[in-house]
């Protein structure tokens, strides 16, 4: 079984700092991506990572796919209260239909 | 062009109940996957719908069953009901082949 472990699990921060949230996996997957959930609302994919070692910015927005493609990390820089939300991160199963396996997600809460 | 709706929003339903829930399509979509959300945790893959069969299935029991109709929207169906299964519900379509795919905002359901 394919697994996601996606750290913090929980992170409140200021207004204007820095952060980065990691997922990690034991197994390579077709490609790994990005969502964000507000409550009540299904969650809306922000990004797609496919290619080891691949870097893509949205705004103040930065992901990375680990050269293994097994990891991949979101990096939010000068966070703003509108980035509060659950950050999740999946794996793209291609070989069963583009079956998503997801981390548990991470809460991000800014203060302003 | 509406996105993926679903229906109920909310569901109160008590153990060992039968309960339906539905999901229409993103148009131009063929392709629809169903999901459980508990809460705190990331979705869990149910099953997938493809020309009307189940394509792909994870790892749920038979109670779960589901239908897709020729106008490719589907249904979920939980038999005898559990309170384990008080989550969120979601339903994502997409077409075949296609790795994005869009969720709708999820069918609550609680089992008192």
């Known amino acids: 079984t394919q697994l996601l472990e996606q750290s913090p699990q929980f992170l409140s921060i200021q207004e204007g700092e820095n952060l980065t949230v990691y997922c990690n996996s034991s197994?390579?997957?077709?490609?790994l991506q990005w969502y964000r959930q507000e409550p009540g609302e299904g969650p809306v994919l922000l990004v797609t990572?496919?290619?080891?070692?691949e870097v893509k910015k949205l705004k103040r927005l930065t992901f990375q796919f680990g050269d293994a493609r097994k990891d991949s990390s979101l990096h939010i820089t000068a966070a703003q209260p509108g980035d509060t939300g659950l950050y999740l991160c999946?794996?793209?199963?291609?070989?069963?239909?583009?079956?998503?396996?997801f981390g548990a997600g991470t809460i991000l809460r800014v203060k302003s | 062009d509406a996105g993926v709706t679903q229906s109920p929003t909310h569901l109160i339903k008590t153990r060992g109940q039968q309960v339906t829930l539905r999901c229409s399509p993103k148009?131009?979509?063929?392709?629809v996957s169903w999901y459980q959300q508990a809460l705190g945790q990331g979705p869990q893959f149910i099953f997938q719908?493809?020309?009307?069969?189940?394509?792909q299935r994870g790892n749920f029991p038979d109670r779960f069953s589901g239908h897709q109709f020729p106008n490719y929207s589907s249904e979920l169906n939980v038999n005898a009901l559990l309170l384990g299964d008080s989550a969120l519900y979601l339903c994502?379509?997409?077409?075949?082949?296609?790795?994005?795919?869009?969720f709708g905002p999820g069918t609550r359901l609680l089992v008192l």
């Open positions: 994502a379509s997409s077409q075949l082949a296609a790795e994005t795919q869009y």
């Open positions: 197994s390579v997957f077709s490609s």
């Open positions: 990572v496919v290619t080891g070692g």
């Open positions: 999946a794996g793209v199963q291609r070989e069963y239909g583009n079956k998503l396996v």
């Open positions: 148009s131009g979509h063929d392709t």
């Open positions: 719908y493809y020309e009307e069969e189940e394509r």
